[in-house]
């Protein structure tokens, strides 16, 4: 992986922007950072896979420290939290690697016999944008059934009980922890302890979408007061069009 250049994260930064859905972001963002990776392959990855390369361009691109501000769910106090990106760098229990998508996993429950694979960023994308979050998990788990059996009969992932459907949710987490990352949060108030997510698709994408806007707002004053066009402004380093702006304002 490498970080992309200037020109290459904004075409992907604006080829993000035209997509609501966080998935595609992610997915343009990796796709520029990632050439040694085959087109479509980055898609098929795990989610958790996914978001580990993300974890990694993060900390190329502006260090390793994470900081976020979250409110106390009792007393409404304001938390300030900061940590590294190898606090939220995890593997399943017992294993060394992260898991592929293409992995076969199963799950014996209540005389059902379930063979499925994990979740990647083309199963997120084709969910559909509405409809509750049971929906969604009944679309997703139809993705990636592979087999579904109770007795010897198959049955289809429409059919399969709601307790069934919650347990492999939760086989599923357990399976690609990094792909659903909680933190364990104090309050110093009123000492609750409750678990927060932590997404970095929407997090990182914060941080560029922040970045490109301020580029293209120096690209403005130094087209404007130099004239020169776009591709030139974007070619030169960001220490140089620092000194020209500086001495814009002198
Ligand atoms: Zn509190």
């Not at 399943?92 to 799950?107: D, I, M, Q, R, Y």
């Not at 004053?221 to 776009?230: F, I, M």
């Given at each position: 992986?490498?970080?992309?250049?200037?020109?290459?994260?904004?075409?992907?930064?604006?080829?993000?922007?035209?997509?609501?859905?966080?998935?595609?972001?992610?997915?343009?963002?990796?796709?520029?950072?990632?050439?040694?990776?085959?087109?479509?392959?980055?898609?098929?990855?795990?989610?958790?896979?996914?978001?580990?390369?993300?974890?990694?361009?993060?900390?190329?691109?502006?260090?390793?420290?994470?900081?976020?501000?979250?409110?106390?769910?009792?007393?409404?106090?304001?938390?300030?939290?900061?940590?590294?990106?190898?606090?939220?760098?995890?593997?399943?229990?017992?294993?060394?690697?992260?898991?592929?998508?293409?992995?076969?996993?199963?799950?014996?429950?209540?005389?059902?016999?379930?063979?499925?694979?994990?979740?990647?960023?083309?199963?997120?994308?084709?969910?559909?944008?509405?409809?509750?979050?049971?929906?969604?998990?009944?679309?997703?788990?139809?993705?990636?059934?592979?087999?579904?059996?109770?007795?010897?009969?198959?049955?289809?992932?429409?059919?399969?009980?709601?307790?069934?459907m919650d347990a492999l949710a939760r086989k599923m987490s357990l399976a690609d922890p990094q792909g659903e990352i909680r933190l364990n949060l104090s309050c110093a108030e009123c000492e609750t302890n409750w678990r927060?997510?932590?997404?970095?698709?929407?997090?990182?994408?914060?941080?560029?979408?922040?970045?490109?806007?301020?580029?293209?707002?120096?690209?403005?004053?130094?087209?404007?007061?130099?004239?020169?066009?776009?591709?030139?402004?974007?070619?030169?380093?960001?220490?140089?069009?620092?000194?020209?702006?500086?001495?814009?304002?002198?």
């Amino acid at each position: 992986m490498q970080v992309p250049s200037t020109q290459d994260l904004l075409a992907a930064w604006e080829h993000g922007r035209a997509t609501p859905r966080p998935t595609g972001r992610a997915l343009a963002l990796l796709s520029a950072a990632c050439a040694e990776i085959p087109p479509g392959e980055v898609a098929r990855l795990a989610i958790g896979a996914r978001d580990r390369l993300l974890l990694t361009l993060r900390r190329k691109m502006f260090g390793s420290r994470l900081a976020a501000v979250t409110q106390c769910p009792a007393c409404r106090a304001s938390l300030e939290l900061e940590f590294d990106v190898d606090d939220i760098s995890v593997t399943p229990s017992g294993k060394t690697e992260l898991p592929e998508s293409t992995e076969a996993l199963s799950l014996s429950q209540d005389g059902y016999e379930i063979s499925f694979r994990l979740p990647n960023s083309l199963d997120l994308l084709a969910l559909p944008g509405h409809g509750s979050i049971d929906e969604s998990k009944r679309h997703l788990i139809e993705r990636v059934l592979l087999q579904a059996l109770h007795g010897d009969r198959e049955i289809s992932a429409a059919k399969l009980p709601q307790a069934l459907m919650d347990a492999l949710a939760r086989k599923m987490s357990l399976a690609d922890p990094q792909g659903e990352i909680r933190l364990n949060l104090s309050c110093a108030e009123c000492e609750t302890n409750w678990r927060a997510p932590f997404d970095i698709v929407s997090y990182l994408w914060s941080e560029i979408d922040a970045w490109a806007i301020r580029l293209l707002r120096d690209v403005h004053q130094l087209a404007r007061a130099y004239g020169w066009p776009e591709s030139d402004i974007l070619a030169l380093s960001p220490m140089r069009r620092q000194c020209y702006l500086d001495m814009l304002d002198q």
